[in-house]
């Protein structure tokens, strides 16, 4: 891959991570509203005009809305700043009105904001007139052409596409079920937060969107199973665990109760094989047990904290736990034991590795 090519991947994964960002806290100020109203006033929320129950209901439902929107706006601010922004809402909100859904808010999003850098680089305005190019022309401009492309040629297929995906989805019955699962589960293990991980919280995220809340469980017990299986490991085999390792659990097992993966990186990284095997097979049994179980999560974070506003919260804690002592047992096999000369490995810092450059994300 040439550097061009490589420098453009990363600039679109940063566009597409600026929305997911913007998204992320509408998502979980909505979803815990929709939530809470349920759990005060039942299944049946809707049907109690009025009430407390029902008003929660209502602003988590409006502020789901606005979802789509958003992350358009805000892929277009990315790459265009502020001219894309009004632009960027509107297509989104389009993308709401023809059904494209979460897909669509994406593609829309990058159409509207890669048709105003091409609109500024080819549009010249006198000078006495520049000062409309950011507040009108650029806005307008890129907003009928988007908008036009987005409704006709664009948004159809992402429509057929939304649809495929959310009937393949509902349409899965049984073993099926079970596999999906364990692919969703496995994706959301096997890197601690990395790229793989990503992908698989974009597709939940954007399922969460098309009220599918099953993969967004899947991402809670994956992004949990690693901190807690490891912790349990270490109880059952406590000679197969370094000094570094040991302080690095006492970090790790709080941040996996808030959904933080990413604390069992510095254990994974001395054994990465047993480590990462045993992680991801245990995800990939909870995972595939959470679908076919029929648990839904309404909010994309919030860890352990926010179980108890899931539809089936202790069918989630079961499969968490199932998880959790798979992962636990197997890596306590697996696992060998610590020899002198590991401990005096983990006493010298690695050359150029400063613990201050290791950071932790929520997305």
């Known amino acids: 891959m040439s550097d061009n090519k490589r420098q453009y991947g990363q600039e679109i994964k940063g566009h597409l991570l600026t929305g997911i960002s913007w998204m992320i806290p509408l998502i979980v100020a909505a979803g815990i509203c929709i939530a809470l109203g349920q759990v005060i006033g039942g299944p049946d929320v809707g049907k109690h005009t009025g009430t407390l129950a029902w008003m929660l209901n209502q602003i988590g439902g409006w502020g789901m809305g606005l979802i789509v929107p958003l992350i ?53 305005l006198p000078k006495s007139m520049q000062g409309l190019m950011p507040i009108m022309v650029l806005p307008v401009l890129s907003t009928v052409i988007a908008g036009l492309l987005m409704m006709t040629f664009i948004g159809q297929p992402i429509v057929w596409l939304q649809k495929a995906l959310i009937a393949l989805l509902e349409s899965m019955q049984g073993g099926s079920k079970f596999v999906m699962g364990a692919i969703l589960g496995a994706m959301a293990t096997f890197d ?55 302080e690095a659990l006492k970090a790790a097992f709080p941040m996996g109760i808030c959904m933080i993966t990413e604390g069992v990186i510095p254990i994974a990284a001395r ?25 839904g999560a309404p909010v994309p974070h919030g860890g352990m904290f926010v179980v108890p506003l899931f539809n089936k ?29 590991d401990e005096e490995f983990d006493d010298v810092e690695a050359p150029g590795v400063r613990d201050e450059e290791i950071k932790f994300t929520l997305e």
């Open 192 to 246: 601690f937060g990395g790229p793989v991980n990503k992908t698989m919280s974009l597709f939940a995220d954007g399922m969460l969107v098309d009220g599918i809340y099953g993969p967004e469980a899947v991402k809670f017990v994956g992004s949990m199973i690693p901190p807690f299986g490891i912790t349990l490991s270490y109880l059952l085999s406590r000679n197969k665990y370094t000094k570094a390792e040991k």
């Open 271 to 295: 054994d990465l094989f047993r480590v990462v095997g045993s992680c991801v097979v245990a995800s990939a049994i909870a995972g595939g047990l959470i679908m076919v179980w029929g648990v």
């Open 313 to 341: 919260p202790w069918l989630f804690c079961l499969a968490l736990g199932i998880g959790t002592t798979v992962c636990g047992v197997m890596l306590s096999v697996l696992k060998k034991p610590v020899t002198q000369a």
């Open 72 to 124: 358009s706006a805000a892929i277009a601010y990315s790459i265009a700043d502020r001219p894309g922004f009004a632009p960027g809402l509107i297509v989104g909100f389009i993308c709401g009105q023809i059904g494209t859904g979460f897909i669509g808010g994406i593609f829309g999003g990058f159409l509207v904001g890669y048709t105003v850098l091409l609109l500024r680089r080819t549009i010249r």
